[in-house]
């Protein structure tokens, strides 16, 4: 493979992936105002319900919307994964998959530049988000905005990835309705995206706290909010990784032409 | 005729119990225009499918211009230009656009991009069609842009999957004269699967496959001669067993 057609196809798949998102006026519309719910009404509404201790990153005692602010730049992140994983059953659907796979590049990196795209277009509306909070004078520090780009980029790669994994197992785009109710919404609230885990414990739902321990998503949250004041989850990074690197392997797994995803049930011809 | 543009040697492909291809041999030559004849669920689109290295084959090996799709798949795939059954263009882009990534995921360069596309347009009459939405195009000349976009890597082999499918007899008349043209320009090797028959008369040689299998093959004229049927429609229905 030679670094130029690599680079070219990259450009290729990611500016398709860039002008569909244009064209799709509402979508960023769409992504900021499911977070954007969230932060100034619920937070608002459930702020003196939610009392935050100082915990880690925190120094201080903070208010209840930047405590959810890096849980919603991850559900920016879950949707956006979910919904390359959609394009991605789409593209099957209407044929493009082969387009892609049959071009004479490795099958690992033209879904590497497939990943790629889709979490480009995730930071970029993580980032439109923060504007929105800092909009709304929601305290998150400056410094934060770029300290955390890398915990941002990997944990929209391993949304994504887990995405691509998906949409190996979506046999068709009806299905993908299941997939909102049993991936986006238990990840989200199985997490530490709206509460601080510990609040689970001291509630007595043990089951609910060891599901958010092992919940990627939650990982994904903690290295986000650690990153925001300069500071690495160790913990959240080995399995944000972790996740990362097997869901892509597995991904790949699937795509593989051995295991013919493209067309289980070939037609007749 | 003599240099072998694609070998397929003892080719299976299985799924589950239902055998789509059974020890399955042909060779494509350099510059020839062959007929892959077979009714549906013949299994030519799953040649197609082993051919392009969506699928790999049970059991055989196929050979594109000297590389073992298995072991050297890019390079093999380097060679080959497809029209798909199933349309594939991207109907919310516009026909150059669906042009330069089909060129940038083959690596041309961008300096000879927009040249070659206007090449391809020009030659299939659609030049003035590049900025429009595939989707505002007719049936027909979608195929013509998917066509288009099959040769614009220059390959050495155009693979057409039943790609006259729901066309208009005109329109398909024009894709198999272009495509024969282009054949004999040039030193491209094309393997035209269909199960219309007329498609085929023209053709240097033509393969019949039937439950998998590849049951005869030949100039149409030696089909008709073997048979003794008078049209090759007929001489495919008698290879078929349908008569």
Known sequence: ?269 | MTEIAAKVSGVGKSYGKTKALDNVDMALHKGEFVALLGPNGAGKTTLFHLLTGLFVPDQGSIVIQGHDIRRSPERALAGIGVVFQQPTLDLDLSVRANLVYHCRLHGIYSSITSDRITDELQRLGLANRASDKARSLSGGNRRKVELARALLHDPAILLMDEATVGLDPASRATLVQYVLDRCEQGDISVLWATHLVDEAERAHRALVLHEGKLIAQGTPERLIAQTQRPTLAEAFLDLTGIH
């Open chain 1, 1 to 269: 493979m030679k670094s130029n057609h690599a680079l070219q196809a990259f450009t290729a798949v990611g500016g398709r992936e860039v002008i569909k998102f244009l064209h799709q006026k509402g979508r960023l519309f769409s992504a900021l105002v499911r977070p954007a719910l969230w932060l100034l009404v619920f937070a608002v509404g459930f702020q003196n319900v939610f009392g935050v201790a100082v915990l880690p990153p925190y120094e201080t005692y903070i208010e209840y919307q930047v405590y959810i602010a890096p849980g919603l730049m991850g559900m920016v992140l879950l949707f956006n994964g979910m919904q390359s994983s959609l394009a991605m059953v789409y593209d099957r659907e209407m044929g493009l998959m082969r387009l892609l796979l049959t071009a004479p590049l490795p099958r690992w990196y033209l879904l590497l530049c497939k990943l790629g795209a889709g979490t480009l277009l995730s930071v970029l509306q993580v980032y439109a988000f923060l504007i929105l909070c800092m909009l709304f004078r929601v305290d998150i520090p400056w410094s934060g905005w770029i300290y955390a780009l890398p915990a941002i980029v990997l944990s929209g790669l391993m949304l994504g990835a887990l995405g691509l994994l998906l949409s190996v197992h979506i046999k068709q785009l009806e299905n993908f309705a299941g997939t909102m109710n049993f991936v986006i919404f238990p990840m989200f609230f199985i997490s530490s995206a709206l509460y601080p885990l510990w609040k689970l414990q001291e509630a007595g739902a043990e089951i609910v706290y060891q599901l958010a321990r092992f919940n990627p998503f939650a990982h994904a949250v903690e290295l986000i909010r650690f990153a925001l004041y300069g500071q690495v989850n160790g913990v959240a990074l080995t399995v944000v990784v972790g996740c990362l690197v097997s869901f892509f392997a597995l991904a790949v797994y699937g795509y593989n032409p051995q295991r013919g995803v493209l067309m289980r049930r070939p037609r007749p011809g």
